[in-house]
C-alpha cells in the first residue's frame, strides 16, 4: 500500500459517517491523484481553474471536482461544465455569473458561501449580517441555476486553539441559523459545513463541520512538478 493510500485510511478511519473529506490535490500531479483515486478516493480540491480543468480533462469523470480557492468571475465558464461544488463564494456578483453559466451549461452548480471568521485581512468572506441580506435579496431568490449547499469558512492561522474554536463556533451558529430560516427557498439546500483543514480538522469536527480539506497530511508536503 502507498504511503499516499495509507494516509488516507488513517484519516477515513478517524473521521465520524457524519464528515466527508475533500482531498486537496492543488499543485498535486496526477499520478498522486490516481495513487488516492485507486485508495478509494473521489472527491479532490482545487484552488486554480486551470489546473483543475487539466486534471479534470486527464482524469477518470467519476471524480467529483470541488473549486475551493478564490474565484474570479472571468474564468467560471472554464469550469461550469464539470465543477461539483463551489466552495469560496464571497459576493453576490460572483454568485450570479455562476448562475448564468450553469444556465448555459444546463446545470445547477452547488455553492458554499464564505463567511470571514478570521482575525486575518488576507481571508475573504460575509459577515454574518451581510450573508443574510444576501439571502433575503429580490437578486439571490432570482438565481435558479445555483443551489446554496452551505457555509465554509477558515480560521485565523495560529497555535492558539480556544481562538479557533471560537471562530469554527461562530461559524457553526451562522450555519444553523441558515439551515433553520432559509431552507424554504428553492435556491438553499444548507446541508454543509465545510471547516477544517490538516492543522485544525480535528477541531473542527468537534465545532460541527461536515466537509474537511486535507491537503498534506494526505499528500505530504513537497510541491510536485504537475504532469502536463
Excluded at 56 to 70: F, Q, R
Excluded at 102 to 113: D, E, H, M, P, V
Excluded at 182 to 193: E, S
Excluded at 218 to 227: A, D, Q, S, V
Amino acid at each position: 500500500m502507498s504511503t499516499i493510500a495509507e494516509n488516507l485510511k488513517r484519516i477515513k478511519t478517524s473521521l465520524p459517517a457524519t464528515v466527508s473529506l475533500v482531498a486537496v490535490s492543488k499543485t498535486k500531479p496526477n499520478a498522486a491523484i490516481l495513487e488516492a483515486y485507486d485508495a478509494g478516493q473521489r472527491v479532490f480540491g482545487e484552488n486554480k481553474i486551470q489546473e483543475m480543468t487539466d486534471k479534470y480533462d486527464a482524469l477518470p469523470k467519476d471524480i467529483a471536482w470541488h473549486m475551493i480557492g478564490h474565484v474570479q468571475r472571468n474564468k467560471v465558464k472554464y469550469m461550469a461544465p464539470f465543477v461539483a461544488l463551489i466552495h469560496a463564494v464571497d459576493s453576490l456578483r460572483l454568485l450570479v455569473e455562476i448562475d448564468k453559466q450553469a444556465k448555459l451549461n444546463n446545470r445547477t452548480i452547488s455553492c458554499l458561501l464564505q463567511l470571514f471568521i478570521a482575525d486575518e485581512e488576507t481571508k475573504f468572506g460575509f459577515s454574518e449580517q451581510e450573508l443574510f441580506e444576501l439571502l433575503d435579496s429580490a437578486e439571490f431568490k432570482a438565481l435558479d441555476n445555483i443551489k446554496i449547499q452551505g457555509l465554509m469558512g477558515m480560521a485565523t492561522f495560529t497555535d492558539n486553539q480556544e481562538q479557533i474554536k471560537q471562530e469554527f463556533s461562530t461559524l457553526h451558529h451562522s450555519f444553523k441559523k441558515v439551515n433553520q430560516n432559509y431552507n424554504h427557498l428553492p435556491n438553499v439546500n444548507c446541508d454543509t459545513l465545510s471547516m477544517g483543514m490538516s492543522n485544525d480538522y480535528t477541531l473542527a469536527i468537534a465545532c460541527g463541520s461536515t466537509l474537511v480539506r486535507i491537503g498534506s497530511t494526505i499528500f505530504g508536503e513537497r510541491n510536485y512538478e504537475l504532469n502536463k
